[in-house]
Antibody, heavy 121, light 107 residues
Framework: EVQLVESGGDLVQPGGSLRLSCAAS????????MDWVRQAPGKGLEWVGR??????????EYAASVKGRFTVSRDDSKNSLYLQMNSLKTEDTAVYYC????????????WGQGTLVTVSS | DIQMTQSPSSLSASVGDRVTITCRAS??????LAWFQQKPGKAPKSLIY???NLQSGVPSKFSGSGSGTDFTLTISSLQPEDFATYYC?????????FGGGTKVEIK
């Protein structure tokens, strides 16, 4: 069974930092691109960023709203995905989902259950 | 960035109804379009990719069509478990972008 389990969500002050993790199981993690997608309370889905697989040099892509503040990374030896979030703003408050896309394809196949990040003073 | 516009934003339907949701892209995206279903408090679920291909395990009452800029998701006979919010997403180019969602409610 495919599982993506996010962790690390918390309450953080504006300007602060937070690191999210996503633990994967049930599929060959190293064969997949991995994404972060977020959803602000009561709002729609917003793609945050992607890391490709080793075959594509682990290159990354970001939404303009987080570029320069957020970093997506992965550790294939631990089947884990990470999102380092710096200079957090109140508008970054959201549930953050990790998602998996088979390398070479571009559509999301699997989703995690999400972790809540609240940015507030 | 490619803008994705879904219509309607919400609809009311009865069990057994045929439901169609439309998604329009602001530029040509070939068939690089996916549909997702999200129930309240739950993670999204992948339904369709490449505009018309069902994800494994998704029932055949769901179907997708379209190419270029105009796409549709059809549910052939609405069942109680289908009441949810549906999102389209383009993956033709970065940044990946989602439609605003269509909430399907019980009439």
């Amino acid at each position: 069974e495919v599982q993506l389990v996010e962790s690390g969500g918390d309450l953080v002050q504006p300007g602060g930092s937070l690191r999210l993790s996503c633990a994967a199981s049930g599929f060959t993690f190293s064969d997949y691109y991995m994404d972060w997608v977020r959803q602000a309370p009561g709002k729609g889905l917003e793609w945050v960023g992607r890391t490709r697989d080793k075959g594509h040099s682990y290159t990354t892509e970001y939404a303009a709203s987080v570029k320069g503040r957020f970093t997506v990374s992965r550790d294939d030896s631990k089947n884990s995905l990470y999102l380092q979030m710096n200079s957090l703003k109140t508008e970054d408050t959201a549930v953050y989902y990790c998602a998996a896309t088979l390398a070479g394809q571009h559509h999301i196949d699997y989703w995690g259950q999400g972790t809540l990040v609240t940015v507030s003073s | 960035d490619i803008q994705m516009t879904q219509s309607p934003s919400s609809l009311s339907a009865s069990v057994g109804d045929r439901v169609t949701i439309t998604c329009r892209a602001s530029q040509v995206i070939s068939n690089y379009l996916a549909w997702f279903q999200q129930k309240p408090g739950k993670a999204p679920k992948s339904l369709i990719y490449d505009a018309s291909n069902l994800q494994s395990g998704v029932p055949s009452k769901f179907s997708g069509s379209g190419s270029g800029t105009d796409f549709t998701l059809t549910i052939s006979s609405l069942q109680p478990e289908d009441f949810a919010t549906y999102y389209c997403q383009q993956y033709d180019s970065y940044p990946l972008t989602f439609g605003g969602g269509t909430k399907v409610e019980i009439k």
